[in-house]
């Protein structure tokens, strides 16, 4: 399991390799926040890589999504698998993120 951090102009993508469990999530949240308190506001959890994720791994997007929110940013969601869009759709969580099917299209947007 691990991320990436890359920047493309003013937008920070997060690439999700592997899993987004209850072991790692801490890991994303800091990367997240410590780009939050430097300016960043526009930021891509790219999941092209991600197999799974558990309900930690949800809890912990709902929750940089509320913070990301309240600096007045915007969070996007790329790249979900089958299964992960599924598993958005049954949690209703999809109605929370924006969900685009492919990195490019969220830098687009």
Avoid: H, P, W
Avoid at 21 to 48: H, P, T, Y
Avoid at 74 to 82: C, D, G, I, K
């Amino acid at each position: 399991m691990s991320f990436n951090l890359r920047r493309f102009g003013q937008v920070t993508v997060i690439e999700v390799a592997g899993q987004l469990i209850v072991g790692n999530r801490q890991e994303l949240k800091q990367m997240v926040l410590g780009e939050l308190e430097q300016g960043s506001r526009s930021f891509v959890v790219d999941f092209a890589l991600t197999g799974y994720i558990d309900s930690s791994g949800l809890g912990i997007l709902v929750s940089l999504s509320k913070k990301i929110r309240e600096a007045g940013g915007r969070l996007q969601l790329a790249s979900l698998n089958e299964d992960l869009r599924r598993l958005f759709e049954l949690t209703k969580l999809y109605t929370l993120f924006e969900i685009r099917d492919s990195l490019e299209e969220a830098l687009s947007e």
